[in-house]
């Protein structure tokens, strides 16, 4: 799902259903309810587990709760880029950060991918499994981001 926009959308069709745009009591009322909705759609389709889980539950299925299983290496994978990535920060040396996020940035972009590409396909036991394990490294990849400097 294109981010931008998913926004972009979300942004357009607030701005059509905002209680301000109102001046009937009813309207304005109607108008609250379709916000409240908009934003908690937004919402579940802005994150990937709350979409995943979502997509699952629309196909019968729930999304397991083994959240420390892992691809097979992504751990010391992301441990030596942790590395890199403190001894960067300490030395000041931001074209090797600046390296290291657009690594970060490109698997994320690869796990997100792979998300959808499973939650494309017809859902069943064993991809409900494979996309708690991309989810999971997704969120490996996403914390890192979050905590790189700059």
């Keep these: 799902m294109d981010e931008q926009a ?3 959308s979300f942004l357009r ?3 059509e259903h905002h209680p301000d745009r109102f001046v009937d009591p009813i309207e304005q009322a109607e108008a609250v309810e379709m916000m ?6 937004y919402r579940v389709l802005s994150d990937p587990e709350l979409r995943a889980k979502a997509l699952l539950r ?10 420390d299983k892992l691809p097979p290496d992504l751990l010391m994978e992301v441990m030596e880029v942790r590395e890199e990535m403190e ?5 000041d040396n ?17 796990y ?6 499973l939650l494309d396909a017809e859902l069943d036991a064993g991809k409900a499994s494979q996309v708690r394990l ?15 400097p700059g």
């Design 58 to 67: 629309l196909s019968g299925l729930e999304l397991p709760e083994d959240k």
């Design 87 to 91: 001894d960067a920060i300490a030395s």
């Design 6 to 8: 998913l926004r972009q």
């Design 94 to 110: 931001q074209a090797e950060l600046d390296r290291l996020r657009a690594w970060a940035t490109g698997q994320r972009g690869m």
């Design 36 to 41: 409240s909705q908009l934003t908690d759609s």
């Design 13 to 15: 069709a607030s701005a």
């Design 134 to 148: 991309e989810l999971n490294a997704l969120r490996y990849i996403q914390r890192m981001l979050e905590q790189m």
């Design 112 to 117: 997100l991918k792979k998300l959808a590409q």
